[in-house]
């Protein structure tokens, strides 16, 4: 079966630091990963996709991440907050069966301070 | 292009009572899926739909069901409303569904059992 793991529900940093947001998976297939960001009263918004083109996907907002397999991990930075980057993240994988299912993890609420 | 659209935003509802929630996928997009989001349980696949099939159930209870029209429009329906099922609602949509393929998400339908 798939999953996601997102450590530490809670992330805060300061204005002009770096971001490091943390996801581990498990699939037996390759997989396909997916970062998206919630706002409050939002739906979600996709921040970058790994879908084996190239290990490290650059995304909207500044936002980059890192597949490694051998440490089945895809962590998100962002090498300087603003604090309009407040908001929860998501860390998703695609469904091995496909039909447009997500698996995702229990996500990660940033706070930016100034 | 328009995004996914999800009426209405807001339903109040009461126990016992029926609801039915409304998507409309972006323009050429042909699957539909159904989240529902909880601080509790997180991000739960309802269930998904393409060409007016339904090709894909989450672990829900029959009371739960969807449909797809053949404009690709599509509705959610809970029967028999539970102070439990009070949530946020999202609908995604995508090309095909495939698992490459990132699914973008509507606002929600934020929905309160009293």
């Known amino acids: 079966a798939q999953s996601v793991t997102q450590l530490g529900s809670h992330v805060s940093v300061s204005e002009g630091a770096l971001v490091l947001l943390r996801c581990n998976y498990s699939?037996?297939?390759?997989?396909?990963l997916f970062w998206y960001v919630q706002y409050p009263n939002q739906g979600l918004q996709l921040l970058l996709k790994?879908?084996?083109?190239?290990?490290l996907v650059k995304g909207i907002n500044g936002f980059e991440a890192e597949f490694k397999k051998s440490e089945t991990s895809f962590h998100l930075t962002k090498p300087s907050a603003h604090m309009s980057d407040a908001a929860e993240y998501f860390c998703a994988v695609g469904h091995e069966g496909g039909y447009n299912k997500l698996i995702f993890g229990a996500g990660t609420r940033l706070a930016v301070h100034p | 292009k328009a995004g996914v659209t999800q009426t209405p935003r807001y339903l109040i509802k009461t126990r016992g009572q029926q609801v039915t929630l409304s998507c409309s996928p972006i323009s050429g997009h042909r699957s539909v899926s159904w989240y529902q989001q909880t601080p509790g349980q997180g991000l739960q696949f309802l269930f998904e739909y393409f060409s007016e099939t339904q090709r894909n159930k989450g672990n829900f209870p029959g009371r739960f069901s969807g449909r797809q029209f053949s404009n690709s429009r599509s509705e959610m329906n809970v029967s028999t409303l539970e102070l439990g099922d009070s949530a946020l609602y999202l609908c995604?949509?995508?090309?095909?569904?495939?698992?490459?393929?990132?699914?973008?998400f509507g606002d929600g339908t934020r929905l309160s059992i009293l």
């Open positions: 699939s037996s297939v390759p997989p396909y």
């Open positions: 995604a949509s995508s090309s095909t569904g495939g698992r490459e393929e990132p699914q973008h």
């Open positions: 790994y879908t084996s083109a190239a290990t």
